[in-house]
């Protein structure tokens, strides 16, 4: 599966920033303005709609932020049952009164420090733009716990900045540090996963893999890797002989 390098285009981008307007006219406009940014910029949830299609599986979003995945999911006509977690309670916050205030169904979102371990969920597992934020050794941990979660035809889908010294990399690392500086993230980077070592969990594991870049036009280093269990195709249908 090539995922999608394309952003979303403004109208959809726009429609669901304007989820985040304040109700009053002199209210805070920054989620607004920086989920209009990220979805007209970024291609990352046009990747993980593509990776996620065909599956009905539930999706547990772990470091979900302001749950951004939920409204492109519903956007994009997928229905499954969607939770999501983050360790940034003024983010879930925003995020559950804003999903409730445009009434998304069957959307939750809980505080959840990940270095603690996930939750209990089964289905498929969405982990966007959080590995970094981990020791080698918890990424692994996560990566295992998120592989126990599986259920047939369900989806691992990872968006992280692998770990190199290309330029891509170090831009990668120095906007994170930035993000940290002005408060975004609340946790600096610890280590930007081994792409090998990944792959080696993933197959040792029993699942079918694919690595694609998903950096678009942006200068970040970032891959989509879509992990399913052997037998099932990206879309979710059985192969064949497998």
Request: charged share 20%; with cysteine.
């Amino acid at each position: 599966m090539n995922a999608s390098t394309r952003p979303f285009d403004r109208a959809a981008a726009t429609r669901i920033a304007r989820a985040f307007l304040p109700r009053h006219p002199l209210g805070n406009r920054w989620d607004y303005y920086y989920t209009r940014a990220k979805l007209s910029s970024d291609p990352l949830y046009p990747g993980v709609l593509q990776a996620l299609q065909g599956s009905d599986a539930p999706v547990l979003d772990l470091g979900c932020g302001l749950g951004l995945l939920a409204h492109a999911l519903r956007l994009d006509g997928q229905s499954m049952a969607y939770r999501g977690v983050d360790n940034d309670a003024a983010k879930i916050a925003r995020a559950a009164r804003v999903a409730q205030r445009n009434g998304l169904r069957e959307v939750a979102f809980d505080v959840v420090d990940l270095a603690l371990g996930p939750p209990a969920h089964a289905g498929s597992v969405a982990i966007l733009d959080v590995l970094q934020y981990l020791s080698a050794d918890e990424q692994a941990t996560l990566i295992a716990d998120a592989i126990a979660m599986l259920t047939p035809g369900a989806r691992l889908v990872i968006r992280t900045a692998l770990g190199d010294d290309s330029h891509r990399g170090r831009t990668s690392r120095l906007t994170d540090r930035l993000a940290n500086l002005i408060g975004w993230m609340q946790f600096r980077p610890k280590c930007y996963p081994d792409a090998d070592k990944l792959r080696a969990q993933l197959d040792a594991a029993g699942l079918s893999t694919t690595f694609s870049p998903l950096y678009g036009n942006t200068p970040f280093n970032n891959w989509l890797i879509v992990a399913v269990g052997r037998g099932y195709a990206p879309d979710g249908l059985p192969v064949s002989g497998t």
